[in-house]
């Protein structure tokens, strides 16, 4: 009968050192998980920051109320003509009236 009990004792222990093996290898892979997803979220803000810089940047250029004659004025004062043709050789081809 003790050596029952003892084996019983074993048992349970080896259990228990399962269990908590277990759950430690869960908390492992959750954080695990949670690392990784904090990495895609850092990569997807960084990108969009990047993207919101580049429409700032190209918002510069945006014709405005303000600056509406000071473009139309450069516009009359540099024309500038894309009626061109690229022939088989890859040369640009110009025959209009604006060349």
Request: glycine share 2%.
């Amino acid at each position: 009968m003790a050596w029952n009990d003892e084996e019983n004792a074993r048992q349970r222990a080896r259990r228990e050192e399962r269990f908590r093996k277990e759950e430690e290898e869960q908390k492992r892979r959750k954080l695990e998980i949670a690392e990784k997803r904090a990495r895609k979220m850092e990569a997807f803000l960084e990108e969009k920051e990047k993207e919101v810089l580049q429409l700032q940047e190209e918002a510069k250029n945006f014709i405005t109320p303000e600056n509406l004659e000071a473009r139309i004025e450069e516009c009359l004062d540099n024309p500038r003509n894309y009626n061109f043709a690229i022939d088989k050789d890859g040369r640009i081809v110009k025959r209009t009236v604006l060349s």
